[in-house]
């Protein structure tokens, strides 16, 4: 079956789907994303994940391609046409095609809106998780405002890169003074010695994961111990369980961090807890 990619305003066969050269996108990273997990047929955290590309349009200045209701008819198309149950849908904005030049362009040009979708095995989520991913760190090269969800993203390839190399699966941002930031693409977290499950307060070093955001919202009807605070590597080290969370990971445990055992280098309890009641507090739209 052929992938079916919506571009601008129509929906065509992914392997012709094409985008102009002078895309900024394409010359300057000049645009923003984001991934939306679908379950069993429906897109989780909608709401949330459109709050967010919303915001992330309106930090950079770039006008908004289409409603939240005419994107979220978009959406379900392309799941539709894809036969997508179990995977996630991509969704990218830039400032549009223009003659190249760094200062935006008149504002005629119209932004451009691409959205994909993709069908993963849930089962291989499922067996990372029971196994749990390993971890290396890299100092966080980014810029300051990484709370929005730009295309620009080459030290976090990079980053994924050297995770890959190193065996690992994941790689996580160490800030200049020795604390954990985030994931390449995730948020980082422990428990800590004490039980309370930590991790980075918002402001512009980290992204706001939506998976985080509902996370936190299970962590409070659970009754458990929230701190958003900053947490060094070498607290870290002594963490008594680490994990990641993001729309295509939920909540999957980290076993090691640069080669050392995180408690007794299993998947800790709580969470594989959190992982199996994510997608009951989750909001599901079909
Ligand atoms: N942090 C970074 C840098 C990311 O790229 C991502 C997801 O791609 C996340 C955190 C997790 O965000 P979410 O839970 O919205 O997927």
Redo the contacts with the bound molecule.
Sequence with gaps: MSRIAYVNGQYVIQRDANVSIQDRGYQFGDGVYE?CEIFRGALIDEARHLDRLARSLEELRIGAPLGKGALGVVLREIIARNKVANGYVYIQVTRGAAPRDHAFPPSSVRSSLIVTARQIDPEKGEAAARKGISVVTTPDLRWKR?DIKTISLIP?CLARQAAKEGGAQEAWFIDSDGMVV??????AWIIDRSGAIVTRQLDSSV?R????TTLIDIIAAQGLTLEERKFSLEEAFSAQEAFI???TTLVTPVVTIDGRKIGDGAPGPLAQRLRSIFHDTAARTF
């Design positions: 991934v990484v976090n985030e994931g390449a693409a995730s948020n992204l994961g939506i998976t985080r969370t993001g729309a």
